[in-house]
């Protein structure tokens, strides 16, 4: 009897092992990189409060202890300028027997600098983090997310559209972003997986903060610049950008791409009427430019079918 009962508690512990575990499996994962502030941080927040299990990136050791103290959260050391961490992070997210459901490519960077004068370490470091990062990290996840037919979103920019002064080298980044998420969504598709890239306007963020910390660093002023007036207006600016709204809106597009049954490739988030009209303005310029005096111009009746037709496509 004695016996008997003790095998009947054994086979209850291995069942109930194996529920955890399969609740486990059940519950999906997500990784997010630059997760320790700003953007990154609100979505990594939002997804563990809509039950997913988020594996949130972060260089400091103080910032990934943060993010674990959260329920749905484990902060893990994740670096997207640094192979051996991004590595390190694929083998410890397979280990952990859970897969991946989604990656966010959230980490990101801007030099606000002009063109003429940026240096190339400077130019370097934006397109380390903002292009490459992605690059190296979509690329080493890819096999967990083919895996489970899972997501892949970049966080990106209205800047991937718009352009203007002092802002280049960030603004390349992002245009390189909305390249990436073309090509990319064209090859994952083969394997069912949904690519998109989320282009927020002007939200709350540490991506100012960090630019001044990086020029105070690097004891970089703006003397003998030929753009001082331009560079002082534009920090001057600067100094409300963190006030700016928090980025909820931009983590609720995030839930909607990654529960959508037909997610979109692009997902325009932006605080206010004005930065969605100048962001889709200059989208139409770019169109009346390439048609301009061409040879294969079109006029505005065949460019209005093309554009209703297109609407009627994303219906």
Known sequence: MKKLLTALCVLLSVTQMQGAMAQDNSQKAVLITGASTGIGRNMAETLAKEGYFVYAGARKQ?????????ENIEGIRLDVTAQEEIDAAVEHVRSEGRGLYGLVNNAGVAVIWPLTEVDEEDMQFQ???????PYRVTKAFAPLIIESKGRITTTGSISGILAGTLSG???????????????????MAKFDVAVSVIEPGNYGSAIVDNLALRMERRGQS????MFKEEMNEMLEGFENYTE?????????????????????IRYMVVPNEDQARITIQQALREM????????????????VAMLDE???DSE
């Open 127 to 133: 397109m380390d983090v903002n292009v490459f990062g």
């Open 244 to 264: 700016a709204k928090p980025p909820d809106e931009v983590s609720a597009a995030l839930v909607e791409f990654l529960t959508d049954d037909n997610p979109k």
């Open 310 to 312: 297109l609407m009627g």
């Open 169 to 187: 080298p960030y603004a390349m980044s992002k245009h390189a972003i909305e390249a990436f998420t073309d090509s990319l969504a064209r090859e």
């Open 62 to 70: 103080t910032d990934i202890d943060a993010l674990s103290a959260i």
């Open 222 to 225: 703006l003397a003998g610049s």
């Open 288 to 303: 009346t430019q390439l048609n301009e005096r061409q040879q294969y111009s079109y006029s505005r009746d065949e460019l």
